[in-house]
Protein backbone atom coordinates (compact mmCIF):
# COMPACT_ATOMS: atom_id res chain seq x y z
CA UNK A 1 0.00 0.00 0.00
CA UNK A 2 1.29 3.13 -1.00
CA UNK A 3 1.17 6.22 1.36
CA UNK A 4 2.76 8.42 -1.66
CA UNK A 5 -0.95 9.03 -4.11
CA UNK A 6 -2.21 11.75 -6.02
CA UNK A 7 -5.71 13.68 -4.93
CA UNK A 8 -7.18 15.70 -6.82
CA UNK A 9 -4.06 15.45 -9.07
CA UNK A 10 -1.72 16.46 -6.45
CA UNK A 11 1.11 14.31 -4.87
CA UNK A 12 0.13 13.43 -1.24
CA UNK A 13 1.94 12.41 1.62
CA UNK A 14 -0.42 10.35 3.49
CA UNK A 15 -3.11 13.14 3.89
CA UNK A 16 -0.53 16.29 3.11
CA UNK A 17 0.07 17.94 0.39
CA UNK A 18 3.46 17.83 -1.33
CA UNK A 19 3.26 21.36 -2.26
CA UNK A 20 1.58 22.50 1.34
CA UNK A 21 5.23 20.98 2.68
CA UNK A 22 6.99 22.50 -0.02
CA UNK A 23 5.52 26.20 0.76
CA UNK A 24 6.43 26.15 4.62
CA UNK A 25 10.39 24.45 4.62
CA UNK A 26 11.15 25.18 1.25
CA UNK A 27 12.80 22.89 -1.19
CA UNK A 28 14.70 20.63 -1.52
CA UNK A 29 13.64 18.05 1.62
CA UNK A 30 13.03 15.04 2.12
CA UNK A 31 9.47 13.80 3.00
CA UNK A 32 8.81 10.72 5.19
CA UNK A 33 5.29 8.42 5.79
CA UNK A 34 4.76 6.87 9.05
CA UNK A 35 2.30 5.05 8.09
CA UNK A 36 4.60 3.56 5.42
CA UNK A 37 7.50 3.08 8.18
CA UNK A 38 5.07 1.12 10.44
CA UNK A 39 3.57 -0.95 7.69
CA UNK A 40 6.90 -2.22 6.73
CA UNK A 41 8.40 -3.04 10.30
CA UNK A 42 5.28 -4.98 10.59
CA UNK A 43 5.76 -6.78 7.55
CA UNK A 44 8.84 -8.08 9.06
CA UNK A 45 7.95 -8.71 12.64
CA UNK A 46 4.97 -10.64 11.41
CA UNK A 47 7.24 -12.41 8.48
CA UNK A 48 9.15 -14.25 11.35
CA UNK A 49 5.87 -14.83 13.75
CA UNK A 50 6.67 -18.52 14.25
CA UNK A 51 9.93 -17.88 15.99
CA UNK A 52 10.97 -16.02 19.10
CA UNK A 53 12.61 -12.90 17.07
CA UNK A 54 13.73 -9.53 17.29
CA UNK A 55 14.04 -6.63 14.13
CA UNK A 56 16.74 -4.72 14.66
CA UNK A 57 16.26 -1.72 12.14
CA UNK A 58 19.53 -0.73 10.29
CA UNK A 59 20.34 2.55 11.62
CA UNK A 60 22.26 3.65 8.74
CA UNK A 61 19.94 3.40 6.53
CA UNK A 62 18.09 6.55 7.87
CA UNK A 63 19.36 7.91 11.34
CA UNK A 64 16.73 10.91 12.20
CA UNK A 65 15.66 10.37 15.81
CA UNK A 66 11.75 10.66 15.09
CA UNK A 67 11.97 7.72 12.49
CA UNK A 68 14.04 5.74 15.49
CA UNK A 69 11.68 6.60 18.02
CA UNK A 70 8.30 5.44 16.17
CA UNK A 71 10.27 2.66 14.99
CA UNK A 72 11.67 1.61 18.66
CA UNK A 73 8.25 2.53 20.15
CA UNK A 74 6.93 -0.32 17.98
CA UNK A 75 9.01 -2.64 19.58
CA UNK A 76 12.27 -2.51 16.99
CA UNK A 77 15.62 -3.05 17.86
CA UNK A 78 18.61 -1.18 16.39
CA UNK A 79 21.67 -2.36 14.49
CA UNK A 80 24.24 0.50 14.88
CA UNK A 81 27.53 0.76 13.99
CA UNK A 82 28.92 3.48 15.58
CA UNK A 83 29.09 4.83 19.04
CA UNK A 84 27.11 7.64 16.84
CA UNK A 85 23.92 5.74 15.80
CA UNK A 86 24.41 3.92 19.79
CA UNK A 87 23.74 7.64 20.41
CA UNK A 88 20.96 8.50 18.35
CA UNK A 89 19.46 4.70 19.28
CA UNK A 90 19.38 5.38 23.35
CA UNK A 91 18.09 9.13 22.43
CA UNK A 92 15.09 7.68 20.57
CA UNK A 93 14.49 5.75 23.63
CA UNK A 94 15.10 2.36 22.45
CA UNK A 95 16.68 0.28 25.29
CA UNK A 96 20.56 -1.26 25.47
CA UNK A 97 19.25 -4.31 25.37
CA UNK A 98 17.61 -4.19 22.16
CA UNK A 99 20.73 -2.83 20.30
CA UNK A 100 23.13 -4.67 18.34
CA UNK A 101 26.58 -3.59 17.54
CA UNK A 102 27.97 -4.23 13.82
CA UNK A 103 30.60 -2.88 11.77
CA UNK A 104 34.57 -3.61 11.39
CA UNK A 105 36.38 -0.94 13.27
CA UNK A 106 34.62 -1.02 16.63
CA UNK A 107 36.81 1.57 18.65
CA UNK A 108 37.42 0.84 22.64
CA UNK A 109 35.17 3.84 23.09
CA UNK A 110 32.28 2.27 21.24
CA UNK A 111 32.69 -0.84 23.32
CA UNK A 112 32.75 1.13 26.71
CA UNK A 113 29.96 3.45 25.74
CA UNK A 114 27.91 0.35 25.14
CA UNK A 115 28.71 -2.06 27.77
CA UNK A 116 27.90 0.86 30.28
CA UNK A 117 24.49 1.57 28.67
CA UNK A 118 23.66 -2.03 27.69
CA UNK A 119 24.09 -3.64 25.06
CA UNK A 120 21.98 -6.99 23.41
CA UNK A 121 25.46 -8.26 21.56
CA UNK A 122 28.19 -7.26 19.64
CA UNK A 123 28.79 -8.44 16.63
CA UNK A 124 32.54 -9.19 16.54
CA UNK A 125 34.11 -9.36 12.54
CA UNK A 126 37.72 -9.65 13.31
CA UNK A 127 40.29 -11.56 15.71
CA UNK A 128 41.82 -8.49 16.70
CA UNK A 129 38.72 -7.05 17.55
CA UNK A 130 37.39 -10.22 19.61
CA UNK A 131 40.92 -9.94 21.82
CA UNK A 132 39.87 -5.91 21.93
CA UNK A 133 36.47 -6.33 23.56
CA UNK A 134 37.52 -8.69 25.65
CA UNK A 135 39.77 -7.27 27.20
CA UNK A 136 37.58 -3.76 27.88
CA UNK A 137 35.04 -5.89 28.96
CA UNK A 138 37.29 -7.27 31.63
CA UNK A 139 38.47 -4.07 32.65
CA UNK A 140 34.71 -2.99 33.35
CA UNK A 141 34.29 -6.06 35.20
CA UNK A 142 31.68 -7.45 32.79
CA UNK A 143 31.44 -10.13 30.23
CA UNK A 144 30.21 -9.13 26.78
CA UNK A 145 27.53 -10.99 24.64
CA UNK A 146 29.06 -11.61 21.40
CA UNK A 147 28.46 -13.47 17.76
CA UNK A 148 30.70 -14.05 15.43
CA UNK A 149 29.80 -12.38 11.88
CA UNK A 150 30.78 -15.56 9.42
CA UNK A 151 31.84 -14.65 6.24
CA UNK A 152 29.99 -17.11 3.94
CA UNK A 153 32.02 -16.36 0.89
CA UNK A 154 28.40 -15.91 -1.42
CA UNK A 155 27.65 -14.21 -4.06
CA UNK A 156 24.67 -11.48 -3.40
CA UNK A 157 24.48 -10.86 -6.73
CA UNK A 158 24.13 -7.12 -6.20
CA UNK A 159 25.49 -3.78 -6.67
CA UNK A 160 29.87 -4.28 -6.32
CA UNK A 161 29.88 -1.36 -3.47
CA UNK A 162 27.45 -3.27 -1.44
CA UNK A 163 28.29 -6.74 -1.54
CA UNK A 164 29.40 -7.78 1.59
CA UNK A 165 29.66 -11.65 1.89
CA UNK A 166 32.20 -12.63 -0.75
CA UNK A 167 35.96 -13.66 0.54
CA UNK A 168 37.40 -10.72 -0.47
CA UNK A 169 35.09 -8.46 1.10
CA UNK A 170 36.13 -6.89 4.35
CA UNK A 171 33.55 -7.91 6.59
CA UNK A 172 33.25 -11.29 8.73
CA UNK A 173 35.36 -13.71 9.78
CA UNK A 174 36.06 -16.88 6.92
CA UNK A 175 33.63 -19.32 8.06
CA UNK A 176 35.83 -21.70 7.74
CA UNK A 177 37.96 -20.34 10.83
CA UNK A 178 34.92 -19.76 12.76
CA UNK A 179 35.44 -23.05 14.90
CA UNK A 180 38.91 -21.77 16.09
CA UNK A 181 37.27 -18.47 16.51
CA UNK A 182 34.54 -19.54 18.92
CA UNK A 183 37.39 -21.58 20.87
CA UNK A 184 39.68 -18.65 21.72
CA UNK A 185 35.92 -17.06 22.37
CA UNK A 186 35.34 -19.82 25.11
CA UNK A 187 38.83 -19.20 27.11
CA UNK A 188 38.67 -15.26 26.34
CA UNK A 189 37.57 -13.94 30.28
CA UNK A 190 35.43 -10.73 28.74
CA UNK A 191 33.25 -12.59 25.97
CA UNK A 192 30.44 -14.84 25.46
CA UNK A 193 29.27 -16.32 22.68
CA UNK A 194 25.44 -16.51 22.31
CA UNK A 195 25.08 -16.69 18.82
CA UNK A 196 26.38 -16.32 14.96
CA UNK A 197 25.84 -13.31 12.81
CA UNK A 198 25.59 -12.85 9.07
CA UNK A 199 24.85 -10.30 6.77
CA UNK A 200 25.66 -10.30 2.65
CA UNK A 201 24.63 -7.15 1.19
CA UNK A 202 22.02 -4.58 0.36
CA UNK A 203 19.23 -4.84 -2.50
CA UNK A 204 19.04 -8.24 -2.63
CA UNK A 205 16.48 -9.00 -5.39
CA UNK A 206 16.42 -12.61 -4.89
CA UNK A 207 16.61 -15.29 -2.10
CA UNK A 208 18.69 -17.42 -3.89
CA UNK A 209 22.12 -15.83 -1.99
CA UNK A 210 20.26 -15.41 1.23
CA UNK A 211 19.25 -19.12 1.36
CA UNK A 212 22.70 -20.33 0.70
CA UNK A 213 24.19 -18.45 3.15
CA UNK A 214 21.93 -19.25 6.08
CA UNK A 215 22.23 -22.88 5.18
CA UNK A 216 25.76 -22.49 5.60
CA UNK A 217 24.99 -20.54 9.27
CA UNK A 218 22.52 -23.77 10.04
CA UNK A 219 25.21 -25.84 9.32
CA UNK A 220 28.05 -24.28 11.56
CA UNK A 221 25.21 -23.92 14.22
CA UNK A 222 25.49 -27.09 14.36
CA UNK A 223 28.83 -27.60 14.61
CA UNK A 224 29.55 -25.37 16.88
CA UNK A 225 26.87 -26.77 19.11
CA UNK A 226 28.86 -30.56 18.97
CA UNK A 227 32.06 -28.52 19.92
CA UNK A 228 30.32 -27.53 23.28
CA UNK A 229 29.08 -24.09 22.36
CA UNK A 230 25.61 -22.60 23.66
CA UNK A 231 24.48 -21.20 20.03
CA UNK A 232 20.96 -19.61 20.71
CA UNK A 233 20.94 -16.51 18.58
CA UNK A 234 21.02 -16.12 15.46
CA UNK A 235 21.40 -12.02 13.74
CA UNK A 236 20.91 -12.93 9.80
CA UNK A 237 21.37 -9.18 8.92
CA UNK A 238 19.79 -7.41 6.41
CA UNK A 239 19.68 -6.88 2.60
CA UNK A 240 16.51 -7.68 1.25
CA UNK A 241 15.88 -5.32 -1.75
CA UNK A 242 13.15 -2.98 -2.73
CA UNK A 243 11.54 -2.13 -6.00
CA UNK A 244 13.12 1.12 -7.14
CA UNK A 245 12.00 0.48 -10.85
CA UNK A 246 8.21 0.51 -9.89
CA UNK A 247 7.44 -0.90 -13.24
CA UNK A 248 9.89 -3.74 -14.39
CA UNK A 249 10.92 -5.07 -10.83
CA UNK A 250 9.41 -7.09 -7.87
CA UNK A 251 11.78 -8.28 -5.04
CA UNK A 252 10.79 -10.96 -2.78
CA UNK A 253 8.51 -10.07 -0.37
CA UNK A 254 9.36 -10.11 3.66
CA UNK A 255 6.90 -12.77 4.31
CA UNK A 256 8.62 -15.16 1.23
CA UNK A 257 12.06 -14.33 3.20
CA UNK A 258 10.56 -15.29 6.32
CA UNK A 259 9.70 -18.56 5.45
CA UNK A 260 12.68 -19.05 3.14
CA UNK A 261 14.09 -18.67 7.39
CA UNK A 262 12.25 -20.99 8.25
CA UNK A 263 13.27 -23.64 6.14
CA UNK A 264 16.59 -23.06 6.92
CA UNK A 265 17.45 -22.16 9.97
CA UNK A 266 13.75 -23.06 11.54
CA UNK A 267 14.52 -26.48 13.12
CA UNK A 268 17.76 -25.12 15.37
CA UNK A 269 15.16 -23.95 17.97
CA UNK A 270 17.32 -20.02 17.84
CA UNK A 271 15.85 -16.81 18.50
CA UNK A 272 16.05 -14.92 15.11
CA UNK A 273 17.39 -11.61 14.54
CA UNK A 274 17.22 -9.44 11.18
CA UNK A 275 18.10 -6.11 10.37
CA UNK A 276 16.81 -4.85 7.46
CA UNK A 277 17.07 -1.24 6.74
CA UNK A 278 16.37 -0.34 3.14
CA UNK A 279 13.07 -2.20 2.97
CA UNK A 280 11.70 -0.39 6.02
CA UNK A 281 12.91 3.47 5.27
CA UNK A 282 13.17 3.12 1.43
CA UNK A 283 10.16 3.56 0.17
CA UNK A 284 8.53 5.15 3.22
CA UNK A 285 10.42 8.54 1.88
CA UNK A 286 10.68 11.29 -1.32
CA UNK A 287 13.19 13.44 -1.97
CA UNK A 288 11.31 16.56 -3.25
CA UNK A 289 13.08 19.33 -5.33
CA UNK A 290 12.19 21.95 -8.03
CA UNK A 291 13.03 22.93 -11.07
CA UNK A 292 15.77 25.77 -11.71
CA UNK A 293 16.03 26.00 -15.72
CA UNK A 294 14.85 24.08 -18.11
CA UNK A 295 18.26 23.89 -20.58
CA UNK A 296 18.14 22.70 -24.21
CA UNK A 297 20.81 20.53 -24.95
CA UNK A 298 21.69 18.70 -28.32
CA UNK A 299 19.17 16.07 -28.25
CA UNK A 300 18.31 15.95 -24.85
CA UNK A 301 17.21 18.20 -22.47
CA UNK A 302 18.85 18.90 -18.95
CA UNK A 303 16.38 19.49 -16.09
CA UNK A 304 18.61 21.43 -13.57
CA UNK A 305 16.84 21.03 -10.12
CA UNK A 306 17.61 22.10 -6.86
CA UNK A 307 18.72 19.01 -5.18
CA UNK A 308 22.23 17.31 -6.26
CA UNK A 309 25.20 14.70 -5.66
CA UNK A 310 25.10 16.18 -1.96
CA UNK A 311 21.55 15.83 -1.32
CA UNK A 312 21.21 12.04 -2.94
CA UNK A 313 24.32 9.85 -3.95
CA UNK A 314 23.19 7.17 -4.74
CA UNK A 315 22.55 8.08 -8.40
CA UNK A 316 26.22 9.34 -8.64
CA UNK A 317 27.45 6.30 -6.42
CA UNK A 318 25.88 3.09 -7.58
CA UNK A 319 24.41 4.13 -10.96
CA UNK A 320 21.44 3.79 -9.00
CA UNK A 321 17.62 4.28 -10.05
CA UNK A 322 15.04 6.51 -8.56
CA UNK A 323 11.73 6.88 -10.29
CA UNK A 324 10.74 10.30 -10.77
CA UNK A 325 7.34 12.46 -10.55
CA UNK A 326 5.93 15.28 -10.97
CA UNK A 327 4.18 16.25 -7.96
CA UNK A 328 1.39 17.87 -10.09
CA UNK A 329 -0.25 14.99 -12.32
CA UNK A 330 0.11 15.61 -15.79
CA UNK A 331 -3.07 16.49 -17.88
CA UNK A 332 -4.16 13.56 -20.03
CA UNK A 333 -2.47 14.54 -23.47
CA UNK A 334 0.33 16.65 -21.67
CA UNK A 335 3.40 17.10 -23.97
CA UNK A 336 6.40 14.55 -23.46
CA UNK A 337 9.95 14.86 -22.52
CA UNK A 338 13.39 13.32 -22.51
CA UNK A 339 15.30 14.72 -19.55
CA UNK A 340 19.00 14.26 -17.85
CA UNK A 341 18.11 15.02 -15.00
CA UNK A 342 20.87 17.34 -13.01
CA UNK A 343 21.86 18.85 -9.50
CA UNK A 344 23.77 22.42 -9.55
CA UNK A 345 27.01 20.69 -8.61
CA UNK A 346 30.26 21.21 -10.51
CA UNK A 347 30.47 17.43 -11.44
CA UNK A 348 29.35 15.70 -14.61
CA UNK A 349 28.54 13.05 -11.89
CA UNK A 350 25.52 15.26 -10.20
CA UNK A 351 23.29 13.65 -12.50
CA UNK A 352 20.35 11.55 -11.16
CA UNK A 353 18.86 10.08 -14.23
CA UNK A 354 19.44 10.07 -18.13
CA UNK A 355 17.22 10.47 -20.62
CA UNK A 356 14.54 9.73 -18.71
CA UNK A 357 10.77 10.57 -20.06
CA UNK A 358 8.48 12.70 -18.11
CA UNK A 359 5.63 14.99 -19.22
CA UNK A 360 7.02 18.46 -20.14
CA UNK A 361 7.86 20.51 -17.18
CA UNK A 362 9.06 24.16 -16.50
CA UNK A 363 11.21 26.25 -14.26
CA UNK A 364 9.65 26.05 -10.25
CA UNK A 365 7.66 22.51 -10.99
CA UNK A 366 8.25 20.52 -8.14
CA UNK A 367 9.20 16.84 -8.75
CA UNK A 368 9.83 14.01 -6.58
CA UNK A 369 12.14 11.28 -6.39
CA UNK A 370 10.59 7.82 -4.83
CA UNK A 371 12.34 5.44 -3.00
CA UNK A 372 14.08 8.03 -0.82
CA UNK A 373 14.09 7.42 2.47
CA UNK A 374 16.82 4.78 3.04
CA UNK A 375 20.71 5.80 2.19
CA UNK A 376 19.63 9.16 1.29
CA UNK A 377 19.62 12.11 3.94
CA UNK A 378 22.16 9.59 5.99
CA UNK A 379 24.46 9.84 3.26
CA UNK A 380 24.35 13.59 2.60
CA UNK A 381 27.42 16.17 2.83
CA UNK A 382 27.22 19.98 2.26
CA UNK A 383 29.44 19.38 -0.75
CA UNK A 384 29.67 23.10 -2.85
CA UNK A 385 28.83 24.78 0.65
CA UNK A 386 24.93 23.15 -0.23
CA UNK A 387 23.27 23.44 3.68
CA UNK A 388 22.10 20.10 4.43
CA UNK A 389 17.90 19.63 3.12
CA UNK A 390 15.65 19.01 5.80
CA UNK A 391 13.44 15.78 6.96
CA UNK A 392 9.62 15.87 7.46
CA UNK A 393 7.91 13.74 9.30
CA UNK A 394 3.86 12.77 7.70
CA UNK A 395 1.68 10.96 9.82
CA UNK A 396 -1.81 11.36 9.02
CA UNK A 397 -2.88 15.24 8.09
CA UNK A 398 0.05 16.23 10.63
CA UNK A 399 3.73 16.88 9.42
CA UNK A 400 6.53 18.35 11.13
CA UNK A 401 9.94 19.39 10.32
CA UNK A 402 12.45 15.97 12.31
CA UNK A 403 15.56 18.02 11.10
CA UNK A 404 15.51 21.74 10.54
CA UNK A 405 17.44 23.00 7.28
CA UNK A 406 20.44 24.57 8.96
CA UNK A 407 20.58 28.47 8.50
CA UNK A 408 24.06 29.65 6.74
CA UNK A 409 25.35 31.20 9.99
CA UNK A 410 25.15 27.81 11.58
CA UNK A 411 27.22 26.03 8.76
CA UNK A 412 29.63 28.69 8.11
CA UNK A 413 29.43 29.00 12.26
CA UNK A 414 31.31 25.70 12.39
CA UNK A 415 34.68 26.88 10.89
CA UNK A 416 36.93 28.98 12.66
CA UNK A 417 39.93 31.11 11.66
CA UNK A 418 42.73 30.67 13.52
CA UNK A 419 43.79 33.93 15.38
CA UNK A 420 47.29 33.55 14.40
CA UNK A 421 45.90 33.92 10.63
C1 LIG B 1 25.63 -5.24 9.13
C2 LIG B 1 24.50 -4.69 8.33
N1 LIG B 1 23.25 -4.96 8.73
C3 LIG B 1 22.18 -4.46 8.07
C4 LIG B 1 22.33 -3.70 6.94
C5 LIG B 1 21.10 -3.19 6.28
O1 LIG B 1 20.98 -3.54 4.98
P1 LIG B 1 19.70 -3.17 4.15
O2 LIG B 1 19.47 -1.72 4.29
O3 LIG B 1 20.05 -3.55 2.78
O4 LIG B 1 18.56 -3.97 4.69
C6 LIG B 1 23.62 -3.41 6.46
C7 LIG B 1 23.82 -2.70 5.18
O5 LIG B 1 24.03 -3.36 4.17
C8 LIG B 1 24.73 -3.90 7.19
O6 LIG B 1 25.97 -3.63 6.80
N1 LIG C 1 24.40 2.97 0.93
C1 LIG C 1 24.00 1.88 0.10
C2 LIG C 1 23.75 0.65 0.87
C3 LIG C 1 24.88 0.26 1.74
C4 LIG C 1 24.41 -0.64 2.77
C5 LIG C 1 25.25 -0.53 3.98
N2 LIG C 1 25.70 -1.79 4.49
C6 LIG C 1 22.87 2.25 -0.81
O1 LIG C 1 22.45 3.35 -0.88
O2 LIG C 1 22.36 1.46 -1.53
New binding site residues.
Partial sequence: MDHFLYRDGILHAEDVAIPEIAAQVGTPFYVYSAATLKRHIGLFTEALDWADHLVCF?V??NSNLAVLKLLGDLGAGMDV?SGGEYRRARAAGVPGDRIVFSGVGKTRDEMRLALSEGIRQFNLESEPEMRVLSQVATEMGVVAPVTVRVNPDVDAKT?A??S?GKSENKFGIPIARSRDVYAEIANLPGLKAVGIDV?I???LTELEPFRQAYQKVAELTEALRADGHDITRLDLG??LGIPYERSNSAPPLPLEYGQMIRETVGHLGCEIEIEP??LVSGNAGLMVTSVIYVKEGEGQDFLIVDAAMNDL??PA??E?HHDIVPVVEPSPGQEKAQYDIVGPICETGDTFAKRRDLDRLQADDLIAFRSAG???A??ASEYNSRPLIPEVLVMGDQYAVIRARPTYEEMLGRDTIPAWL
Fill in positions: AKSVHKITHGSQGGGRVRMYAAYGVM
